[in-house]
Every structure is written in C-alpha cells, then in structure tokens.
C-alpha cells in the first residue's frame, strides 16, 4: 500500500502527517515503529493522521502515534503543524481553523509565520492524567530510583510531569526521563518535563516524552512547564520558552482560562512510502 505524507517539524519536534487509510492495519504499532526509524523509515517523533471532520464546526479529525506505535491523547506542535498545512492547501478562514481531536476541539491562528493553538484550560486533578495521589497539592514527593523529587502534574490533554532544574543542560534526562515517565503511579505512563526558570517571562524546557523519547521541543511539554510555573506564582502570563529546537510562547492568564502555544512551523518534504 502507497501512503502519500508530509514532513514537518515545529521548532523540531518532526512528525509525518497522513490521511487516514482505508485499510487501518497501517497503524499497527510494528508498522509505525518501522516508519518511525530515522535509519530504515521516514523518521518522526509522531504521526499525525488526518480523517474527516467528525464535527460540522470543525475541519479535520486528527489521531497522534508515538514513535513507539502507541496512540496518544495530544500532540501541541502536532496540532500547530496540522494547521499550517490545512493553512497551505487553503483550507483556514480568514486565518483560522478549528481542529478535532481525541480530547475535544482546537482552535487555531494563523499569521505569517506563527501558528497559535488553544491548549485548553490546564487540569491538576491528578485523576486526569492520571497519577496516583491521596489529593490535588503541588508539589508532589516522587520517589524515583531511591531519590525523592518534587514534582507538579498537569493534564494538557495528555499527562506531564514537570521538574524544576536549576540548569536544564546538566539535568540528567536520559536517566530520570525515563524513570519519571514508566513510574508506576502513572498507570498510562506520563510525559517528563524538566523546568529551568530564567525570568519572569522566559524559561528553558527540556522534554522525555511518553514513547518517543527526548525530543527537539514539546509543545504540550512547554504549556506544562509554564502552567506548573504560573501557578506557583514564578511566572508571568506571557513566557517565552526555549528549547533544544528553537523558541516557542505560551499565553496563560490563569485558572478557568485556555492555555496557548504559539511559534513557527515548517514543511520539510513531501514524499510517499510503500507499506
């Protein structure tokens, strides 16, 4: 079977993007990982799967895979992306779109080179990501590999972790990362975020994410940080956040109100691959 994609990337968190196939065996977790190889495959932290919109406001439904094949919640660069290119084939209003996904609708702005996603509104009830805990506090003491950390944990439309560093480039990801994300209080694994706080509106991120490993940038990851930041009163409610792939905004005037992400997008290729 041919699958016709597109190749982009948000401040480097790259994803292959699709129409759904008529013929669904496509999504097996063994057929994404080998699609998901940057050696044997097209290479991707996510795909991104197009279907048709399920709802009349609405222009797309999309699904997200982890490069590991599993089907996940949402995807923040994903979605920016999605747009840009809904955006590129003349499918936006006025520089506007509204997206469907697993966890309810995102709207979208488009202008120039900046793509704007509503996040929605950030959950702590730790019954929504979900995390095993007697209550909702922050911080939570999390025992990992005989360390107790101290962690915030928020739903963004999917689970994350966030630990506050005080230099994202000693903080040891590739062994917490992981440690963080399979810790048995997160039953459906959990997205590991590591905080440095620079000022009041800028901060640095780093993210493990669930089933994809460290990636370039974490859209969800950054609203994470930022949300877990704001709420404990560090942050502004504008922030700029740096990543290891480039720059990214997130926009959050606080509880009861939508959280956004915003910064560029980019089509690498276009291509088609036999499956």
């Known amino acids: 079977m041919r699958i016709d994609f597109t190749k982009m990337h948000g401040v480097g968190n790259d994803f292959v993007v699709f129409d759904a196939p008529a013929d669904e065996s496509v999504l097996q977790p063994e ?25 009349a406001d609405t222009a797309v439904f999309y699904r997200i895979f982890n490069a590991d094949g599993d089907e996940v919640e949402q995807c923040g660069n994903g979605a920016r992306c999605i747009a840009a290119l809904l955006h590129h084939r003349g499918l936006t209003r006025n520089g506007a779109v509204a997206l469907d996904s697993p966890v309810g609708v995102v709207r979208a702005r488009i202008a120039d080179e900046c793509v704007s996603v509503d996040m929605g509104v950030p959950n702590f009830d730790p019954r929504s990501l979900p995390f095993e805990a007697p209550l909702e506090t922050d911080p939570y003491p999390l025992t990992v590999a005989g360390r107790t950390l101290e962690i915030g944990a928020v739903a963004i439309g999917n689970p994350h972790a966030v630990l506050t560093v005080p230099d994202v480039e000693d903080a040891p990801v590739a062994t917490l990362g992981p440690a963080i994300e399979r810790h048995p209080r997160f039953p459906k694994r959990v997205n590991a975020g590591f905080l440095q706080i620079i000022a009041r509106a800028q901060v640095r991120v780093r993210v493990y994410e669930r089933g994809a490993g ?37 926009d959050w005037q606080g509880p009861g109100e ?18």
């Open 214 to 250: 460290e990636t370039r940038s974490c859209g969800t990851g950054a609203c994470a940080a930022v949300a877990v930041g704001r709420r404990r009163g560090l942050l502004d409610a504008r922030v700029r956040v740096a990543t290891r792939g480039g720059e990214l905004q997130v």
């Open 31 to 55: 057929r994404l990982r080998s699609l998901a190889d940057r050696r044997t495959g097209i290479g991707f932290d996510q795909a991104l799967v197009l279907g048709g919109p399920k709802r």
């Open 258 to 275: 939508s959280i956004w992400l915003s910064g560029p997008t980019q089509i690498s290729f276009e291509g088609h691959v036999e499956v």
